[in-house]
């Protein structure tokens, strides 16, 4: 495959460099191409030299750069289902009594839940990323865990903002218990909630077909996976 | 124990014996996807662990430039796609850049690089393996699709590169100018 060349170690001069401007016929292109000779400047050693250790260093720092976001969103999830569950637990009687001082823990244990959901299904797909697979099949596997991504970090937060008053007057019963809920505004509270509902149903009902839902995915899915979705679905299609 | 470290020393053996043999695959795709010698030495060692980590689920009945090229393509596709790294991919490419090579086919291979820069990160993958003249079957076989679509995709790709090839030929070229000076 690769022809060699007693001039290859040679790099560019600028009069080669000048003859550039002219591309060739693509049977010309080709033939130079499978003559290039394999050394190129910034991989000047083997590649096989690296040792074994370092090797496997650099891939469990790849790794984890690469988890780290899925895995911390599903401990912040845990965390707080944790916390909801627990509290609607310690106070089930009061919750069962004023069942309003139950809403705040009931979306934050239901947004803990959504978040592990979300992070767990992140990290099931980049786990399931097999290198050697077909180029469409993997890159289908990190397409699926791109868009639980967006989902995650994107749409959710947005469409979580809604729901932010639950946070607050969380923590706030967490440190003077269930009835200190009942000191807020009911209207004002149920009208964030109801608005975080509608938004949720409307995102479930367009999202798919709204062309700000699709440019969000498209943008942070990137080219690639982008080319990968519509090779799969040509080939499916085909 | 020993026993373990003999097997594990030489299945490390075989991957840098074979790695040596197929490095012109990695040398390929690193021209095909990194832009400067930086970003190379970068996509390098990211595609020599993901080779190193895939190896003891290559099964050696299978052809080893198959494989290697699929573990390659799929770790720089993944790799030019993260946002940092596209971002330094959208700068134009340096055209002066010095990289050892068969000196008269240089320019060729250069002017090639230009064209093949333009398409998306899986077409780039197409024509890269259509340059190394692996048959279709093996194309389709790498990419994941049915030799037919590969045929199609692959006659689409051909003729937008001729065209791009043509369109940027100027009248006053000779054909020794063409070929960066042969006769």
């Known amino acids: 495959m690769n022809s060699q060349n007693p001039d290859s170690s040679q790099p560019i001069s600028p009069d080669t460099e000048h003859t550039m401007e002219t591309p060739m016929n693509l049977d010309e292109l080709k033939a130079a191409w499978t003559s290039l000779e394999k050394k190129v400047d910034g991989v000047s050693d083997s590649l096989a030299q690296q040792e074994t250790a370092k090797r496997s260093q650099r891939w469990g720092w790849i790794r984890l750069r690469t988890l780290a976001s899925p895995v911390v969103e599903t401990l912040i999830g845990f965390v707080c289902a944790l916390l909801g569950g627990s509290f609607l637990g310690d106070h089930f009687q009061a919750v069962l009594k004023n069942p309003v001082t139950g809403f705040p823990a009931i979306l934050v244990l239901l947004g803990g839940i ?14 399931q990323v097999d290198p050697a697979a077909s180029i469409l099949e993997a890159q289908k596997m990190v397409a699926k865990a791109a868009l639980l991504k967006v989902v995650s970090t994107k749409v959710a937060f947005f469409y979580g903002l809604a729901f932010w008053i639950a946070g607050p007057i969380f923590l706030i019963q967490l440190a003077g218990g269930p009835e200190v809920a009942l000191v807020v505004h009911a ?17 479930w009902v367009w999202g798919d077909r709204a062309p700000w839902s699709s440019a969000l995915k498209a943008a942070a899915l990137g080219p690639a996976l982008n080319e990968a979705k519509a090779y799969l679905k040509e080939v499916k299609e085909g | 124990v020993e026993a373990v470290i003999d097997q594990k020393d030489n299945r490390q053996k075989t ?19 990194a832009a400067s010698p930086e970003d190379r030495e970068d996509l390098a060692q990211d595609i020599r662990l993901e080779l190193w980590r895939a190896f003891p689920g290559y099964e050696p009945c299978r052809s080893f430039s198959t494989w290697m090229f699929r573990v390659a393509l799929n770790t720089a596709i993944s790799w030019s796609r993260k946002a940092s790294l596209r971002k330094r991919w959208s700068a134009p490419w340096p055209k002066a850049e010095p990289f050892a090579a068969a000196a008269p086919d240089v320019v060729a291979a ?34 994941g699709m049915t030799p037919q679509n590969t045929s199609v ?9 001729r065209a791009k090839a043509q369109a940027q030929e100027t009248p006053s070229d000779s054909p020794n100018q063409r070929s960066g000076g042969r006769p």
């Open chain 1, 114 to 127: 959504l978040a592990m959901n979300l992070a767990g299904r992140q990290i099931y797909w980049l786990i």
């Open chain 1, 187 to 203: 209207g004002w509270a149920v009208g964030n909630v109801l608005l975080g509902a509608m938004a949720g149903a409307a995102l």
């Open chain 2, 15 to 33: 991957f840098e014996a074979l790695l040596d043999q197929h490095e012109g695959i990695v040398f390929r795709v690193l021209l095909a996807y």
């Open chain 2, 110 to 143: 250069q002017a090639l690089r230009q064209l093949v820069q333009d398409l998306g990160e899986i077409d780039r993958a197409l024509v890269l393996l259509y340059l190394e003249d692996r048959p279709t079957a093996e194309i389709a076989e790498i990419l």
């Open chain 2, 153 to 161: 995709r692959l006659t689409r790709l051909k003729q937008s590169l």
